[in-house]
């Protein structure tokens, strides 16, 4: 079992940044691969960024390209999201999951375990 919980969130003006966390709870951390999604009101979840294992692979959907910065800290068993260059399409609710599969999977179903989920508003 891992216990994923996400902090960071806020309220940001456009143009500005946020990091977001995802602490997880097991000492096999380092055994899943974590995905940062995205849930905006009246659309489907979809994958903002994801990362295996050791960190030496991420996946980036191209509307966060250059702009989102995926990375992990094994020790700390903490996954981050730094959002730079916000834009008002990026409000959600953002979570983050961890995947037993050592590639990158871009759909939810592949994803065992989710946090609760933290609310990013960007205002134009």
């Known amino acids: 079992q891992v216990q994923l919980v996400e902090s960071g969130g806020g309220l940001v003006q456009a143009g500005g940044s946020l990091r977001l966390s995802c602490a997880a709870s097991?000492?096999?951390?380092?055994?899943?691969?974590v995905g940062w999604f995205r849930q905006a009101p009246g659309k489907a979840r979809e994958l903002v960024a994801t990362i295996t294992r050791n960190g030496d692979s991420t996946y980036y959907v191209d509307n966060v390209k250059g702009r989102f910065t995926i990375s992990r800290d094994n020790a700390k068993n903490t996954v981050y999201l730094q959002m730079n260059s916000l834009k008002p399409e990026d409000t959600a609710v953002y979570f983050c999951?961890?995947?037993?599969?050592?590639?990158?999977?871009?759909?939810?179903?592949?994803?065992?375990?989710w946090g609760q989920g933290t609310q990013v508003t960007v205002s134009s």
């Open positions: 999951a961890a995947s037993s599969s050592a590639i990158i999977w871009t759909t939810e179903n592949h994803y065992q375990y």
């Open positions: 097991s000492r096999t951390f380092t055994a899943y691969t």
